[in-house]
């Protein structure tokens, strides 16, 4: 255990550019009525948080990176952009 | 003997009654297999029927992949089995890689419930074998995730590969290219948004998928694989 530390981990997923977000143009058509027409590229998306342990930083990410790839998002439509960072100052 | 069709029973799939009744209605045998099971020996066919496999979570089919029971299934495929995914089941097909592309939410973000009118495409596969090309059948969709999408190239290599089974004659949710249902290289697996079963009866209002559960049964009886 010496050797392990823990990981604060935060996985953000996005449809693909090219790939039609209807939820997003909603969200976009809905923003005028709050007087607001300045905002656009409007995007909805998934945000999944979770903790682990792993010996180096490096071996977090990958770790993060299956979990992301391999669960999080479906990379036929989906892209996933994985943060990681050392979990709290009492860890 | 009649063929032995698995229908396979996630928590959350809806539809497994439906299609074990329309299997037996056709003269096949059918049984439930349980998600867990690590094998599939003695089927001659599977179905993954629809439903909510695992509550639709993440995605739909996105946690029913890691099922137990779906390694006995890639492996049951890669021989040469025929695989049908209706509805949930072709949204399971697609996250597990046993078929390409994926099922979006769709166009308008509508749940859709109603008769569409779908064109069989193909006449070589497990799901359309004997089926003429052109034959416009009345089937049932019920989904919110059935706009199937991919990318150019994948698109490019279905048609190029005569790999697009059934399209939509109306296209009801956004699919690229009208497609209703697709199929692997091997022809043997079959993943379709409309449901057959559900069109199997005069009572349901439509026999229209009847021909279509009727070439699975012939596939599931005949000696060699498809394809």
């Known amino acids: 255990m010496a050797d392990t530390r823990q990981f604060s981990v935060q996985v953000e997923v996005l449809l693909r550019d090219g790939i039609a977000d209807p939820q997003g143009a909603t969200i976009e058509r809905a923003l005028p009525a709050l007087g607001l027409d300045g905002v656009t590229s409007v995007r909805a998306g998934k945000s999944f948080r979770f903790d682990l342990t792993a010996a180096t930083e490096s071996d977090a990410v990958a770790q993060a990176t299956v979990v992301a790839d391999r669960l999080l998002a479906n990379p036929v439509i989906e892209e996933s952009q994985v943060t990681v960072r050392p979990a709290g100052a009492t860890a | 003997m009649a063929p032995r069709v698995g229908v396979v029973l996630f928590p959350g799939t809806n539809c497994e009654y439906d299609a074990l009744h329309a299997v037996e209605r056709l003269g096949g045998t059918a049984e439930l297999v349980w998600h867990g099971t690590a094998s599939v020996s003695g089927c001659d066919a599977l ?65 859709v419930c109603a008769t569409t009118v779908v064109r069989v495409e193909r006449d ?104």
């Open chain 2, 47 to 111: 179905v993954l029927p629809g439903g909510f496999a695992h509550g639709d979570y993440l995605r739909p089919g996105a946690i029913a992949r890691f099922s137990p029971v779906m390694d006995a299934v890639a492996a049951f495929a890669a021989d040469g089995g025929p695989v049908v995914g209706i509805c949930n089941g072709f949204q399971v097909l697609t996250e597990a890689g046993l078929l390409p592309g994926a099922l979006q939410k769709n166009r308008g973000l509508r749940f």
């Open chain 2, 124 to 227: 070589d596969t497990a799901l359309t074998t004997g089926v003429p090309v052109g034959t416009e059948l009345a089937i049932p969709i019920n989904h919110f995730e059935g706009n199937y999408t991919c990318d150019a190239a994948t698109l490019a290599e279905l048609r190029a590969e005569d790999r697009i089974v059934l399209r939509y004659v109306d296209n009801p949710n956004g699919s690229v290219d009208d497609i209703a249902g697709v199929c692997n290289a091997g022809r043997n697996v079959v993943g379709l948004m409309p449901h057959p079963e559900r069109a199997s009866d005069p009572l349901l209002g439509s026999e229209d998928g009847v021909v279509l559960l009727e070439a699975l049964l012939r596939t599931a009886a005949a000696p060699t694989p498809v394809g």
